[in-house]
């Protein structure tokens, strides 16, 4: 069993190398941590997913939830999370929790205390993906900051609990697994 994470920003190969990571299993389940979105509301992006989707086998099986935990201890078999910010996204707007810092932030440590755990019992190969707000400028809002402060600390947790981890920049792929861990943010 390996637990890996891919991290990159937009169109950066990410998800692409994360399948391929588990190309060679016959059966994955992909995790979709948000919804497909609605072609007439936002086109551009309903092509971008339809895109991914076609790229993917036929015989992987989706779920599409939030409840990261419960899906991976329900599959059988290896498993492709695509991705932790759409995961802490959905869970913010779920739970309300735009503009109350404090109790986001509580509820994400105790989502990722389950998820850690999780990642790191079950049998099987399971690939993260996640973008990585690192590069970006700290956003205007306080919202959009709490949103980078927060997937900053999931990508942290996830890593730690990871044996692989892969950074995809400009259509390559670096490996950082030997890399030193520095402290959580």
Request: neutral net charge; charged residues 25%; glycine residues 4%.
């Amino acid at each position: 069993m390996t637990t890996t994470l891919v991290l990159g920003g937009p169109r950066s190969g990410k998800s692409r190398h994360a399948e391929a990571l588990l190309s060679h299993h016959p059966q994955v389940t992909f995790v979709a941590t948000h919804r497909a979105p609605d072609p007439g509301k936002d086109p551009d992006l309903a092509t971008r997913v339809a895109r991914h989707q076609e790229r993917r086998p036929k015989h992987w099986r989706t779920v599409e939830t939030l409840d990261l935990t419960r899906a991976l201890l329900a599959s059988r078999q290896p498993v492709l999370i695509d991705d932790l910010g759409g995961w802490l996204r959905g869970t913010l707007e779920e739970e309300m929790l735009w503009s109350h810092p404090h109790r986001a932030r509580q509820l994400v440590e105790d989502r990722l205390d389950e998820l850690s755990v999780a990642l790191r019992a079950v049998p099987f190969d399971i690939v993260t993906v996640t973008d990585d707000p690192s590069w970006a400028r700290l956003p205007d809002s306080p919202a959009e900051r709490l949103y980078v402060d927060l997937l900053a600390q999931v990508n942290h947790r996830v890593s730690a609990v990871s044996m692989r981890v892969y950074a995809a920049m400009a259509g390559r792929v670096l490996d950082l697994s030997a890399s030193p861990v520095v402290g959580v943010v």
